[in-house]
Antibody
């Protein structure tokens, strides 16, 4: 059974960099036909796709966030990470990591989410 | 990349059927058969209900069904039950390996 778990600071100061890690249990981020995604959800609002990374390391990002976002595979075979630079209050949200199955073409496994608050 | 358009809310009585629409463009919903639907309870992560427009993962109730016409995808919930009260999101492949979510629909069981 695949499980994902987000980790990182819950509070980030405005203008600084938000950094989160997703640890994957029961799978490797460096094999298979999978894309590893980051998605966020501000309180009371909808889901927003941030970007994803393929097992080869190829990335793609939401055009609206592309200039500030970097997703990378971790040094450990079961981790990948997210960095968002120059954060503002608008980046306050619950951040989810999720696996996209390239065969099923859907986000089939999700982490439980982690709240990141940007403070001034 | 604009969010796909969903109705903010849909309601129905137990046993009834309801349909949630998800409208995009020829660059996303209309251009690919890679539409999926997710159910989200408050404080929980979303769960996939439908993939590739109309396919259900194993374990998902057959009361959930999906379809697509031109630039609009739809999720139908048949035999509405109290446990179906949740938020629902569509998502579509949007070209150049990107995804876009719908704006979300709150389903209320009356």
């Amino acid at each position: 059974q695949v499980q994902l778990q987000e980790s990182g600071p819950g509070l980030v100061k405005a203008s600084q960099t938000l950094s989160l890690t997703c640890t994957v249990f029961g799978d490797s981020v460096r094999s298979g036909n999978y894309f590893w995604n980051w998605i966020r959800q501000p309180a009371g609002k909808g889901l927003e796709w941030i970007g994803r990374i393929y097992t080869s390391g190829t990335t793609s990002y939401n055009p609206s966030l592309q200039s500030r976002v970097t997703i990378s595979l971790g040094t450990s075979k079961n981790q990948f990470s997210l960095k968002v630079t120059s954060v503002t209050a608008a980046d306050t949200a619950v951040y989810y990591c999720a696996r996209y199955d390239g065969k099923m073409t859907a986000l089939d496994y999700w982490g439980q989410g982690t709240l990141v608050t940007v403070s001034s | 990349q604009s969010a796909l358009t969903q109705p903010a809310s849909v309601s129905g009585s137990p046993g009834q059927s309801i349909t949630i629409s998800c409208t995009g463009t020829s660059s996303d919903v209309g251009g690919y058969n890679y539409v999926s639907w997710y159910q989200q309870y408050p404080g929980k992560a979303p769960k996939v209900l439908i993939y590739e427009v109309s396919n259900r993962p194993s374990g998902v109730s057959n009361r959930f069904s999906g379809s697509k016409s031109v630039n609009t995808a739809s999720l139908t919930i048949s035999g509405l039950q109290a446990e179906d009260e949740a938020d629902y999101y569509c998502t579509s492949y949007s070209g150049i390996s990107t995804l876009v979510f719908g704006s979300g629909t709150k389903v209320t069981v009356l």
